[in-house]
């Protein structure tokens, strides 16, 4: 057989050897494909696919005008798998760059565990820089930070979240369902380096941000109760302090400060005690505040009028076995000046005329002895012992704020309910809830809780509280000139829980609000065991006074101070005669500024309208033309001053 | 048997295109598949990017809300700017 005569016998042998190769691939492909197909795919998937769980940004937390209280950033953790680290002494690098001592590294890495935290929540810096380094078994996950960044302002409200993005405290707490968000996951494929890419899309079930609440509080106002209260408090040398205030039309909380405070971005350390929100979490006897509920409940009940007048026993009156001492000792008083000057005796009398049973009755009418209600952690319902188990002095040591407990905040929405015409309104703090898409989830609305005492009674009660920061009262260090304000001061003696009795320190406080005829907010001044004066009026009031100017400010209440008789002497005397009346001629405003030409028209008693900035460089009516009654000033300013024609 | 007379015949034109059809379709499979894996690479990062600007986003929210803060606006009005709060009776209202 020639070569020719062979090529067809090789060409069939090599057909025979590929057809049987194939076949033998064929029937492998099968059992791979059909037999074992299912597991090896389960497998594969295993080593290139995962789920990657994805943290939602907890939601923020922020002010009824939207600026942020506590708010979420990105911030990777860094952890370490030991066993897969080289050993080659490479890995001493990620505690440097972490900043982490050798030792603490050292005790990490000899963990037997195979995952250990390295540092959580680390700096983006340092993060960087440990990329850098590449070393296997070193990883990053990424995690939620909480940033408060007002530092300690509302510390005791919000609270705080923990590393774990899980509400510890205050608002954090109590809202923690709404501002945590679900989790989400996303699947992702590896290639043969181990990097990630998203084969199938960015459609999986996303993480969604928490919702964002949104509280009552109004930061200025915050703010100024504060520092206001922080200035205060290092002044008298007290223990602490608070200072709560509410719009008693709605039952909002707009500030609640206290002192000491701490800053949740740096909690380590912080006594418990610090961290708790005393205005609700706390109770104390709250002295002769107490006296306006009771003249409110009296007054209503028509038990007495008040006109009606009480001898004051000189500050001495025996009652069920014991003394009742004032501070001063006072004779005959009406209902208002007993309030006026907080007469111990003349409230007991008072008490005595109402009797226990009602007393008792408006007081939990106003809200003693029961939680208000308020959308914050951990409230108390302070202390009303039953009407069955009052002794006979409890009835004027009640009348006084002595033998019960309230808190904080029950104090000042009752005070509310007289501000408010009579109604207490339930007080709440979050105003409303809104997911990560605009919609509102929860949204608290005003509630009215009850009527306490009529109208036309917490009118008179108004007026009684206005004599009290008048120039005879108890607190005209509260007042502000050009704004009516109504209140009551209280000394306390605190409890002493240790020995029982009372101790030697004294809770000094001021609740009111103002404007008296038209209230807008209530305030709650507490200075906790003051040293430099102990008494409500000296050590408390200067804060709600203070407060209250700026609160003023930042609610559009007007506050209009007296004339300046100096001021007004001065205008007649720059030759433009006596003050404008109807038909005298106006004063010359020209050249002035608009301070200056406000300040010049209110001491004339005229009204201006005003164009323009600056200079007053035109008005009409001119100085010495007629004008009508009541006719306003037309002044027209400009920056260049240049009087027109 | 004989062998000499095998011969291999022409194959035909249906079987060629057939062929030519499922290599055709495999390639294209490779290649959407390497589209499909390099598009995979972009939105990975993307979401990256997305995510990194997120962060800042957020850390920007921060520094923000930190300066804007009345603590802070209080030091800087006192401090560097000499502002203190108005006395009783500067704050004048306007008509």
Not at chain 1, 248 to 276: C, H, K, T, W
Request: hydrophobic content about 45%; overall charge positive.
């Amino acid at each position: 057989m020639n070569a020719h005569q062979r090529r067809p016998v090789r060409l069939g042998t090599a057909s025979v050897v590929i057809g049987a190769v194939l076949a033998v691939v064929a029937l492998r492909l099968c059992q791979l494909a059909l037999v074992d197909g299912h597991r090896l795919a389960s497998l594969a998937r295993r080593q290139h696919s995962e789920t990657e769980q994805l943290t939602p940004l907890r939601g923020a937390i922020l002010d009824r005008f939207g600026d942020p209280l506590a708010l979420s950033t990105r911030a990777d953790s860094v952890f370490v798998r030991p066993s897969k680290l080289p050993g080659d002494g490479s890995e001493a690098a990620v505690a440097r760059e972490l900043r982490i001592s050798r030792g603490q590294w050292l005790r990490k890495v000899s963990s037997t565990s195979p995952f250990t935290w390295i540092k959580r929540q680390a700096n983006p810096v340092d993060l960087d820089r440990l990329r850098a380094l590449n070393i296997p078994g070193v990883g990053t996950v990424p995690e939620v930070r909480r940033f408060y960044p007002h530092g300690r302002m509302a510390a005791s409200v919000i609270g705080f979240a923990g590393i774990d993005s899980q509400g510890l405290e205050g608002i954090e707490l109590a809202y923690d369902g709404y501002l945590r968000g679900p989790t989400g996951e996303m699947a992702v494929e590896r290639d043969a380096r181990g990097r990630k890419f998203l084969a199938a899309g960015i459609d999986g079930d996303r993480a969604r941000q928490g919702a964002n609440v949104v509280l009552t509080l109004d930061s200025s106002l915050q703010y100024a109760a504060e520092s206001e209260l922080d200035r205060r408090v290092a002044e008298t040398r007290a223990k602490g302090g608070l200072v709560l205030m509410l719009d008693p039309r709605r039952g909002e909380i707009l500030a609640l400060a206290q002192n000491p405070s701490f800053d949740p971005n740096a909690r380590g350390g912080v006594d418990a005690e610090v961290r708790r929100n005393r205005a609700v979490a706390d109770a104390y006897e709250p002295g002769s505040t107490m006296k306006a509920l009771l003249a409110s409940a009296a007054l209503d009940q028509r038990a007495v009028s008040a006109s009606d007048r009480f001898f004051c026993e000189d500050g001495h009156y025996r009652y069920a076995g014991h003394t009742i001492h004032d501070h001063h000792g006072y004779g005959v008083l009406s209902v208002a000046q007993i309030l006026q000057v907080s007469s111990n005796v003349g409230a007991t009398k008072i008490a005595e005329r109402l009797g226990a049973k009602s007393y008792y009755q408006a007081l939990r009418s106003f809200g003693l002895g029961s939680a208000t209600g308020v959308d914050l952690a951990g409230e108390q319902a302070g202390i009303l012992r039953p009407l069955s188990a009052w002794k006979s002095i409890d009835l004027a040591t009640a009348s006084f704020g002595h033998g019960l407990a309230v808190t904080p905040l029950q104090l000042a929405a009752a005070y509310g309910a007289i501000a408010n015409g009579g109604i207490l309104m339930r007080p709440y703090i979050v105003k409303r809830v809104v997911d990560d898409g605009g919609e509102v989830v929860l949204e608290n609305q005003p509630t009215v809780l009850r009527r306490v005492v009529s109208q036309a009674t917490a009118r008179q009660v108004t007026q009684i509280l206005e004599g009290v920061v008048a120039p005879k009262g108890t607190a005209p260090l509260a007042s502000v000139p050009g704004l009516k304000i109504a209140g009551k001061t209280g000394t306390a003696q605190k409890v002493d829980f240790v020995h029982g009795g009372y101790s030697r320190g004294r809770i000094a406080s001021f609740v009111g609000y103002f404007p008296a005829d038209d209230p807008q907010l209530v305030m709650l001044v507490i200075i906790d065991e003051p040293q430099t004066t102990i008494w409500g009026g000296t050590a408390a009031a200067p804060v709600f006074r203070s407060i209250a100017l700026a609160a003023a400010e930042r609610l559009s209440i007007p506050v209009e101070p007296p004339v300046d008789d100096e001021l007004a002497a001065s205008v007649q005397q720059q030759g433009n005669s006596a003050p404008a009346t109807a038909t005298s001629p106006p004063a010359s405003f020209l050249g002035l500024s608009l301070r200056e030409a406000l300040e010049r028209a209110r001491a004339l008693g005229v009204t201006v309208d005003v164009v323009g900035s600056g200079y007053v460089v035109h008005q009409d009516p001119r100085s010495g033309a007629p004008m009508g009654a009541d006719q306003p000033i037309r002044l027209q300013l400009d920056a260049s001053g240049e009087p027109l024609g | 048997m004989k062998l000499q007379h095998w011969t291999f015949a022409r194959p035909s034109r249906v079987a060629l295109a057939w062929v030519a059809a499922l290599m055709g379709a495999g390639a294209l499979q490779v290649w959407l598949h390497l589209q499909a894996t390099e598009v995979g690479y972009q939105l990975s990062a993307l979401h990256k990017l997305i995510d990194r600007l997120a962060a800042e986003g957020s850390d920007l929210e921060v520094e923000l809300a930190t300066m804007k803060s009345p603590t802070s606006l209080d030091a800087v009005a006192r401090a560097r700017l000499g502002l203190r709060p108005p006395r009783d009776g500067q704050i004048v209202g306007l008509p």
